[in-house]
T-cell receptor
Framework: DTAVSQTPKYLVTQMGNDKSIKCEQN?????MYWYKQDSKKFLKIMFS???????INETVPNRFSPKSPDKAHLNLHINSLELGDSAVYFC???????????FGPGTRLTVT | GENVEQHPSTLSVQEGDSAVIKCTYS??????FPWYKQELGKRPQLIID?????GEKKDQRIAVTLNKTAKHFSLHITETQPEDSAVYFC???????????FGQGTRLTINP
């Protein structure tokens, strides 16, 4: 009954590959987010979707493409992976008219 | 846009003592200020939050204070315990925005 879940938990891949991370929430929330946490622990927002509509797109390379098939799911596809993409990627969700965001367990991506 | 500065970046206190972490924000219209705790290898978890119409909020050993005039807010942890050791993040929500802007994080270590 995990509220916000992500798969996979760990992802090790080589430069140039394409990979996807999946996120699902069972809280009935309308808004979902992707964050990147680098080695210095800084949490940086990447994207946000509200009811399948993209509402936030921070300065992220267009190799990153989010996709929300429905409001409970938000996936992140990354093309042509680079060493600098190595980080922990967190999904989060928020309910309508609420401010609190709840984070998933994170996906540790390592690009070699 | 909103900018959140968090200090100190590291904090070490003796078990049983109090710990204080401070954040300043730039957008006077920001109206929601959460604090997250992130243990090693885990997700950020919301521990306490405050809205702009409140000056102080307390939950057992943790409290948050907000000074809107000075645009700063602080997290206070009393009677610290080893399990309080973690990275703590403050954040601010600009009014009308559907995102949080995070501070850089504070690594708190409780020494037995």
């Amino acid at each position: 009954d995990t509220a916000v879940s992500q798969t996979p938990k760990y992802l090790v891949t080589q430069m140039g590959n394409d990979k996807s991370i999946k996120c699902e929430q069972n809280l009935g929330h309308d808004t979902m987010y992707w964050y990147k946490q680098d080695s210095k622990k800084f949490l940086k927002i990447m994207f946000s979707y509200n009811n399948k509509e993209l509402i936030i797109n921070e300065t992220v390379p267009n190799r990153f493409s989010p996709k929300s098939p429905d409001k409970a799911h938000l996936n992140l596809h990354i093309n042509s992976l680079e060493l600098g993409d190595s980080a922990v990627y967190f999904c989060a969700s928020r309910g309508y008219a609420f401010y609190e965001q709840y984070f998933g367990p994170g996906t540790r991506l390592t690009v070699t | 846009g909103e900018n959140v500065e968090q200090h100190p970046s590291t904090l070490s206190v003796q078990e049983g003592d109090s710990a204080v972490i401070k954040c300043t924000y730039s957008d006077s219209a920001s109206n929601y200020f959460p604090w997250y705790k992130q243990e090693l290898g885990k997700r950020p978890q919301l521990i306490i939050d405050i809205r702009s119409n409140v000056g102080e909020k307390k939950d057992q050993r943790i409290a948050v204070t907000l000074n809107k005039t000075a645009k700063h807010f602080s997290l206070h942890i009393t009677e610290t315990q080893p399990e309080d050791s973690a990275v703590y993040f403050c954040a601010a929500r600009p009014q009308g925005a559907q995102k949080l802007v995070f501070g850089q994080g504070t690594r708190l270590t409780i020494n037995p």
